[in-house]
């Protein structure tokens, strides 16, 4: 089992920058691609970013290309996603999650554990 908190949400202005972590505990062994999703309400929950096991392959959802960074420290158990330039649209609740392969997905049903969200908002 692992299991996954996410911090570092809130509420930033438009134009502004966020750094979500990632923080993974439990089954502490680091072939686990991770990926961050989002929903915002009334939506479905939809693909923002996802990194490969040992950060060497990383791919984004064409709404993040550009603004946000996925990166990981495995040495600290921990994915991060580095939002910048943030628009209203990207408010939402962000969720990470990890799978035990190598390849990185943009598929959530693929995933097995996920974090229980923190929420960004930016005003506009």
């Known amino acids: 089992q692992v299991q996954l908190v996410e911090s570092g949400g809130g509420l930033v202005q438009a134009g502004g920058s966020l750094r979500l972590s990632c923080a993974a505990s439990?089954?502490?062994?680091?072939?686990?691609?991770m990926g961050w999703f989002r929903q915002a309400p009334g939506k479905e929950r939809e693909f923002v970013a996802a990194?490969?096991?040992?950060?060497?392959?990383?791919t984004y959802a064409d709404s993040a290309k550009g603004r946000f960074t996925i990166s990981r420290d495995n040495a600290k158990n921990t994915g991060y996603l580095q939002m910048n330039s943030l628009k209203p649209e990207d408010t939402a609740v962000y969720f990470c999650?990890?799978?035990?392969?190598?390849?990185?997905?943009?598929?959530?049903?693929?995933?097995?554990?996920w974090g229980q969200g923190t929420q960004v908002t930016v005003s506009s």
């Open positions: 439990g089954r502490t062994s680091s072939n686990y691609a």
């Open positions: 999650a990890a799978r035990y392969t190598v390849a990185v997905s943009t598929t959530a049903r693929l995933y097995d554990y």
């Open positions: 990194i490969s096991w040992n950060g060497g392959s990383t």
